[in-house]
């Protein structure tokens, strides 16, 4: 079983920065690897992953809507993955998730269900 604890986000101003940060801990086997992730979900509206990358190594993925604000970045030996987030926009306001599977399939095309999930942490864009 795999656990994600969320840590970050909160509210900024339109063009501000935040840096949602999650650790993965697994019980077990622990030499697996995973496609890890960020989604969102605005009020109202449906999950959308937003960036992801394979522990493996590779090229992540980013959705065109934060490609050149969102930095995605991970810290393999201690299991932890980064979400930097520039220039932040008030449509970016949603609970942000951290997300994993074990695997890399479709992890650089954004197009993977996550099977673990974080708790969530909000962040709110105000203009």
């Known amino acids: 079983e795999v656990e994600l604890v969320e840590s970050g986000g909160g509210s900024v101003q339109a063009g501000g920065s935040l840096r949602l940060s999650c650790v993965r801990s697994?019980?077990?086997?622990?030499?697996?690897?995973?496609?890890m992730g960020w989604f969102r979900q605005a009020p109202g509206g449906e999950r959308e992953v937003v960036a992801s990358?394979?522990?493996?190594?590779?090229?992540?993925y980013y959705a065109a809507s934060v490609k050149g604000r969102f930095t995605i970045s991970q810290d393999t030996a201690n299991k932890a993955l980064f979400l930097q987030m520039n220039s932040l926009k008030p449509e970016d306001t949603a609970v942000y998730y951290c997300?994993?599977?074990?695997?890399?399939?479709?992890?650089?095309?954004?197009?993977?269900?996550?099977?673990?999930w974080g708790q969530g942490t909000q962040v709110t864009v105000s203009s």
């Open positions: 990358v394979y522990t493996g190594g590779g090229t992540p």
């Open positions: 997300a994993a599977r074990i695997g890399s399939y479709n992890c650089d095309s954004g197009s993977w269900s996550a099977r673990y």
């Open positions: 697994e019980f077990g086997y622990s030499l697996l690897t995973y496609c």
